[in-house]
């Protein structure tokens, strides 16, 4: 019976000590929120038609290579607390076309993602920012918007039809996403910019996976995790794959003896040039 009691009073300290611990959590999330609430409550917004990112566009020109982030660097700089300043006035309700705001969304959740990484820098890990992508609000047009919020209320929605392969072009920070590119996204570029990030990825040794001798067939879970978005048009991840994929490379689909896998690994570490020197890492494709 001691034995037992005291097995009961130290698992109700642990659940207490949980408690407590996310209890604070919400807290602190809670007097974060009010801060950029209030902080967002009397801008002055305005409502393009079109947009220019300058500030966005000169960071990502200035800190980006081969798909890679000079975090190191770009923290000292400031320019990413500029570019996000910018972003704070502008709001994309008055955009003129559907590409003007799919790619305003596409460069806003990409800056916010290097903004919440920058916040937390050092970390070697995606895994590292925990909920942080979910719960951080930042300011846009005068609303607040996670990370999340941003790809799931503004950004899936969007991606429908050839549309789908926009989400080529999101890059949330680590090594198994599709890589940034070293300029601001454009209306009238999308449709290039999507075919060129689309196979960028697709051919990438990293995602895209034949074993002859095992006649098994692996693709990144990256596909996996967005299977949703190309059953409408290619019927699973792994027909998208193959047509994107040289001609020389496809294989034949209806092939009974072939297998077909996920990759069990993802690479969560971080896009970051100085993580690439330190571990000497193989660069990443740039699209």
């Known amino acids: 019976m001691i034995q ?6 130290k698992k109700n300290i642990v659940s207490i000590a949980l408690l407590a611990v996310g209890l604070l959590l919400i807290v602190s999330q809670l007097v974060s929120d009010l801060g950029a609430y209030l902080h ?8 393009p038609k ?7 566009d000169d960071l990502l020109r200035a800190k980006v290579s081969h798909g890679l982030v000079d975090y190191q660097s770009l923290k000292k700089s400031g320019a ?9 006035h502008i709001s994309p309700d008055l955009l003129e076309s559907p590409a003007e705001r799919l790619t305003f969304w596409l460069n806003a959740y990409n800056l916010l993602s290097i903004k919440n990484i920058l916040d937390k820098y050092p970390i070697d890990s995606l895994q590292e920012l925990g909920q942080s992508p979910v719960l951080k609000k930042f300011t846009i047009g005068g609303k607040l918007y996670s990370p999340v919020e941003i790809e799931r209320e503004q950004i899936r929605p969007l991606l429908k ?26 209306p009238d570029t999308l ?49 998208l794959v193959n047509a994107f994929s040289p001609p ?23 896009n ?16």
């Open 4 to 9: 037992m009691s005291n097995f009961s009073w």
């Open 248 to 270: 020389e490379s496809r294989i034949v689909l209806d092939d009974p003896g072939t297998k077909y896998e996920y990759i069990p690994e993802f690479n969560w570490l971080l």
């Open 50 to 56: 079109v947009y220019e990112y300058k500030a966005y």
């Open 161 to 186: 039809k050839d549309n789908f392969r926009a989400v080529f072009l999101m890059c949330p920070g680590a090594r198994g996403y599709p890589a940034l590119f070293n300029r601001a996204l454009r």
């Open 40 to 47: 967002s409550f009397g801008l002055k917004i305005e409502h």
């Open 80 to 88: 990413a607390d500029k570019a996000v300043r910018e972003l704070e």
């Open 272 to 287: 970051d040039t100085s993580l690439e020197q330190r571990l000497g890492m193989q660069k990443s494709r740039q699209p």
């Open 191 to 239: 449709e290039k910019d999507m075919q060129q990030a689309t196979i960028a990825f697709v051919v990438d040794p990293l995602n895209n996976q034949w074993d002859a001798d095992d006649k098994a067939f692996r693709i990144s879970r990256f596909f996996r995790w967005n299977e949703a978005l190309f059953t409408s048009k290619y019927g699973n991840p792994f027909a």
